[in-house]
T-cell receptor
Framework: KQEVTQIPAALSVPEGENLVLNCSFT??????LQWFRQDPGKGLTSLLL?????REQTSGRLNASLDKSSGRSTLYIAASQPGDSATYLC????????????FGAGTRLFVKA | KAGVTQTPRYLIKTRGQQVTLSCSPI?????VSWYQQTPGQGLQFLFE???????NKGNFPGRFSGRQFSNSRSEMNVSTLELGDSALYLC?????????????FGPGTRLLVL
């Protein structure tokens, strides 16, 4: 069964701290992995996409890595700001018998000013 | 380029009724996926359509159905609504080329079943 797990479930940090969010997945037959941000009551905003052939992607203060062999991805946020407070979701697109995207439960981040 | 649009944004129904939600993908995107988000179950995959064909389906009862039109717009229908169907329904469109496929999400339709 294909599963995606995110830890921690919640995280509270002071402004300026660097932090790492973790995502693990079963089944290495992934097509890509995408990190999203969701603000309360809103839809999803795509942050970074990593193809299965890639090891990492960077955008501004965000860096996402992918290790297919160990079934892990991390999202690194540098110099966190209160505006980063949101829920971060990891979505793995599997390619076994058709494409299917499985989401993790998310990490709820709160950055204190 | 306009983003993914979903209508209606909010909906209140009663048990036993049926509902139809609509999703218009980004221009040029031929793939549309539907997800249900609830506090207890998180985001769960409902189904995906590509060029009017259902390409994959999640583990939902047959009360949940969908279709895609020739202009790539998609609708999902839920019949005989139950209280547990109250959720945020998200639609995502994507375009796949040889090396990449990014999903773009709409704002969602929030359904409340009373």
């Amino acid at each position: 069964k294909q599963e995606v797990t995110q830890i921690p479930a919640a995280l509270s940090v002071p402004e300026g701290e660097n932090l790492v969010l973790n995502c693990s997945f079963t089944d290495s037959a992934i097509y890509n992995l995408q990190w999203f941000r969701q603000d309360p009551g809103k839809g999803l905003t795509s942050l970074l996409l990593i193809q299965s052939s890639q090891r990492e992607q960077t955008s501004g203060r965000l860096n996402a890595s992918l290790d297919k062999s160990s079934g892990r991805s991390t999202l690194y946020i540098a110099a966190s700001q209160p505006g980063d407070s949101a829920t971060y979701l990891c979505a793995v697109r599997f390619n076994t018998g058709g494409f299917k995207t499985i989401f993790g439960a998310g990490t709820r981040l709160f950055v204190k000013a | 380029k306009a983003g993914v649009t979903q209508t209606p944004r909010y909906l209140i129904k009663t048990r036993g009724q049926q509902v139809t939600l609509s999703c218009s993908p980004i221009s040029g995107h031929r793939s549309v996926s539907w997800y249900q988000q609830t506090p207890g179950q998180g985001l769960q995959f409902l189904f995906e359509y590509f060029s009017e064909t259902q390409r994959n389906k999640g583990n939902f009862p047959g009360r949940f159905s969908g279709r895609q039109f020739s202009n790539s717009r998609s609708e999902m229908n839920v019949s005989t609504l139950e209280l547990g169907d109250s959720a945020l329904y998200l639609c995502a469109s994507s375009f796949r080329d040889e090396s990449s496929e990014t999903q773009y999400f709409g704002p969602g339709t929030r359904l409340l079943v009373l």
